[in-house]
Each structure stands twice: as structure tokens, then as C-alpha cells.
């Protein structure tokens, strides 16, 4: 795994989270949320990666369980 000399995230980042799971009703809502929330922020998020990561089903040699 990466080492990395500080934190990735940051405080924005912790909150929209936080925001997204207490405004999420289901876990359904959550996933969706999420979502809009990663691909509004990268342009290059892959949702399908992001789907299959969730389930446990790498999808590619670089995802691992």
C-alpha cells in the first residue's frame, strides 16, 4: 500500500461524507449519494470500479480485496 506523507483527505472531505450518510436513509441511498458526490469531484472516478470494489469483486490487477 501507499505511504503518503500526510493526510488525503481533508476537512471538506470528512464532512460532505458525513453530510451524505446523515441525509441517507438506506444503504441504497448511501451508495447513490456517494456517487454523485465522487464523480462531481473527479472527473476520472470510474462508478463500475467503485460498484465491484463495494461488493468485494475486483474488477482489475490493481483493485484488491
Not at 6 to 30: C, D, M, N, W
Request: no cysteine; proline share 5%; glycine share 8%.
Amino acid at each position: 500500500m501507499r505511504q503518503y506523507k500526510g493526510p488525503i483527505f481533508q476537512h471538506r472531505h470528512y464532512a460532505a461524507i458525513a453530510k451524505v450518510l446523515s441525509e441517507a436513509k438506506t444503504a441504497a441511498g448511501i451508495e447513490s449519494a456517494l456517487l454523485v458526490l465522487f464523480q462531481r469531484d473527479n472527473p476520472g472516478f470510474d462508478a463500475a470500479r467503485f460498484l465491484a470494489a463495494a461488493k468485494g469483486e475486483p474488477i482489475n490487477g490493481k483493485d484488491r480485496r
